[in-house]
């Protein structure tokens, strides 16, 4: 007997909220670790200083990403599995996988690899990109959101077996 198991690629009303809560301290975070650090400078007893803020936005920001990394890890197997499956946002979804993957590397190479001669660089490598990611999610969700078809993905199991049929057992040597 084989039953019919729909699996959906749109996120649960909770899902999606953790995942927008997330991203968004994540963003808000970082932006303000920006403005602090190159906007509102404070003058010190040897000139200027970093603002008193700019390292609790910035550990902030170090911290949230370890919940955006586990957020991101959810997204992987359930959404963007399905969505290839079905064939679904493919271009934007590659991009997004590919702007996550660059700023977790310039992000760890700002932890670990920054000193005096890249500090003009490569924090640029990650702040301008950093920035552009509520842009390209509302551009990735419009995009899929408007693209007709099916958004469920139906996986026929054998009842008895409990795995995808059509999947070939190996045979005993």
């Not at 995009?143 to 199991?157: D, E, F, Q, V």
């Amino acid at each position: 007997m084989n039953k019919i198991t729909p699996t959906s690629i749109r996120f649960s009303k909770y899902h999606k909220r953790w995942l927008y809560s997330v991203f968004s301290l994540l963003w808000f975070s970082g932006s303000l670790w920006l403005v602090s650090h190159y906007f509102m400078r404070v003058q010190g007893e040897f000139g200027e200083a970093p603002h008193p803020l700019e390292i609790w936005w910035l550990r902030l920001h170090g911290l949230v990403v370890f919940a955006a990394l586990l957020t991101l890890g959810s997204v992987l197997p359930t959404h963007a599995h399905r969505a290839w499956q079905l064939k679904k946002n493919r271009h934007t979804g590659l991009f997004m996988k590919g702007l996550f993957l660059w700023l977790a590397m310039t992000g760890y190479a700002l932890y670990y690899f920054a000193d005096t001669e890249n500090t003009d660089w490569l924090p640029l490598l990650h702040w301008v990109v950093g920035l552009s990611v509520p842009l390209m999610l509302v551009f990735h969700i419009r995009h899929g959101k408007a693209r007709p078809g099916n958004t469920t993905l139906k996986i026929k199991r054998n009842a008895t077996e409990n795995r995808p049929q059509g999947i070939k057992q190996k045979k005993a040597a």
